[in-house]
């Protein structure tokens, strides 16, 4: 046990800080967040027009709106403008409990990625790292991937999600395969 706890702590930790640089330093992500020179006053009418926190998805149906109406708005939108947006009535600079709680999902999942590829004995330090990277790519699958796809995202605003998932799940495989391996 205390293997697997000091494995899942250096590699969240080996995880965690390939997040940080790859949104800091690298800046991998910054395609994510264009700028527009009238962001105030898209901001001022966002709140006025908008009264809750939430994702938006404009234009939409309101809810309850029969199905057939739906996709008859469906049709006629195809071709013409749309957005979604994330709108949040106050900005928080805090960082620290986004950074905590990040980390501590980096923790869990390098210790269910332990667990996993465990059942069986300790595998070979390659076939941790392929099952690590494995696991990178799963997430990217299943997460930026195919929640953006259905928004037709930019493929260049994907990239860094995957790099991210390849480079951070490798850091922590090769570690894995390492330190589990080690008499």
Known sequence: MKKWLIG????????????????????????????????????TYLSSA??????????????GTPESEAMEMGKKMDGKPWATVMY?????????RPMIRGFLVDLFLVFC?????????????????????????VTFLWGPYTAHNWFQTPTETLTGHLIDSLAAWGLAGLWLGWWLNRK
């Open 113 to 137: 990625l332990i667990y996993i590829l465990t059942r069986a004995g300790t595998p070979t330090g390659m076939r941790i790292f392929a099952g690590s990277v494995a696991l990178g790519l």
């Open 88 to 96: 949040k009535k106050a900005y928080t600079y805090d960082m620290v």
């Open 50 to 63: 908008l009264k809750e926190d939430g994702i938006y998805m404009l234009p939409t149906v309101p809810p």
């Open 8 to 43: 899942s702590l250096v590699g969240a930790i080996l995880v965690f800080a390939w997040q940080f640089l790859s949104w800091t330093m690298l800046k991998l992500h910054e395609k994510e967040a264009k700028y527009t020179s009238g962001q105030d006053s898209v901001l």
